[in-house]
């Protein structure tokens, strides 16, 4: 069985008073991560550790980035090591707001993939193409190109990873891929995760679709057979549309 899961990205949003509101409020409404369903949080890095400490246990809390060094001379950096040590248990890579602003490009991110999964940090890697890409009907080979990278990886490293779908004219647009088009797109995922790395773990990596993911289009797009959840920006940083996008996936 794939593991749902409702991912919530704070980015740079929310100062303290903000940030610890909403949290307390997660706290008393959202569900535990159950067997089943996994509710993760990626705040800004600043209240990981504070928010790590009041969290018991009941949601998985990650990181939005990390370095791709082990340690040493790289300033504003945080690597996987501190990540671990505090208690944290995911990280992004590969986000689109990450590729494009920073051009983060491949070598860096499995650079990344490779300390996170070292020091036991489970990744999250998302994927999406441009509008033009869309346009001009290269967004299967855009993504599959993407899905390239993790070929560095071995059977039992891809088992720590899943993947966020994210078109890349969807997030913060308003504009949600329609579920016809989210569909075909995880479809494609799951195949092309069978040729690289065969059913097993195609059938057990968590595939999840991000962009403009609401709580009046979540349930229509979680009803598609290879969407196990959503990776969700604008909506998450209200405790009762997250709650709402939760209540979606059952
Ligand atoms: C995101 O940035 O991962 C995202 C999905 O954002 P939004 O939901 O705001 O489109």
Redesign the pocket.
């Known amino acids: 069985m794939r593991k749902k899961i409702i991912a919530g990205?704070w980015?740079m949003n929310l100062d303290i008073d903000a940030a610890n509101k909403l949290y307390s409020e997660g706290l008393s409404i959202w569900p535990e991560t159950s067997e089943d369903t996994a509710v993760m949080i990626f705040p800004p890095s600043i209240y990981l550790q504070d928010f790590i400490q009041r969290n018991n246990g009941r949601f998985e809390i990650g990181a939005q980035n990390l370095s791709p060094y082990e340690n040493g001379a790289y300033t504003g950096e945080i690597s996987a090591s501190q990540l671990k040590s505090i208690g944290c248990t995911m990280v992004l890579v590969g986000?689109?707001?990450r590729r494009i602003l920073y051009e983060e490009h491949e070598e860096v991110l499995k650079q990344k993939i490779e300390s996170a999964l070292k020091h036991g940090l489970k990744v999250i890697y998302?994927c999406g193409e441009s509008l033009t890409e869309r346009e001009e009907l290269r967004h299967m080979s855009k993504i599959q190109n993407q899905l390239a990278l993790l070929k560095e990886f071995s059977i039992n490293e891809i088992k720590s990873i899943s993947i966020?779908y994210?078109p890349i004219w969807?997030?913060?647009?308003g504009k949600t891929a329609s579920p016809e088009q989210a569909s075909e797109m995880h479809d494609f995922i799951r195949k092309e995760l069978t040729n690289l790395f065969g059913s097993e773990i195609a059938n057990t990596t968590s595939v999840l679709y991000?962009?403009?993911?609401s709580p009046t289009n979540a349930n229509a797009l979680f009803k598609c057979e290879n969407i196990d959840g959503?990776?969700?920006?604008?909506?998450?940083l209200d405790a009762h549309s997250f709650l709402s996008i939760i209540e979606a996936l059952e």
Not at 170 to 173: E, K, N, P, R
Not at 210 to 213: D, K, Y
């Open positions: 990205n980015k986000h689109s707001e998302c966020a994210e969807a997030i913060g647009t991000g962009g403009s993911c959503g990776l969700i920006g604008g909506a998450a």
